[in-house]
């Protein structure tokens, strides 16, 4: 016998997990890649050290049809974990002096 899926949404994930570190972390919000826009994507991130932080999200499996049991509220998808890590840190007078910066 299958196991019955596990019907969640990126909302709810970030939401859990944020709850689980007290408020103490981060949610972050994006528009959709997948619907345009149209629809806010959610996620969770935390630090990790002094110089690097991991960021957690649910989304629909990629390149998947829907299915009659999903739905846009509710879904059967996968975890996507990226690490992240500073690399530099500048300080800079003026706005363009810091997007000179950042396009170097």
Known sequence: MSKPRMMLNCVIVAVW???GSHGKQYIWARRSHAFAG??????????????????????????????????VILFDGQWIVCHYKLVAVRRHLTHEMALNDFME
Do not use: Q
């Open 17 to 19: 997990l944020w709850l």
């Open 38 to 71: 149209i629809i806010p994507h959610t996620g969770y991130s935390e630090r990790i050290g002094l110089r690097g932080y991991r960021s957690i999200e649910y989304r629909p499996l990629k390149n998947r049809r829907w299915s009659k049991a999903d739905c």
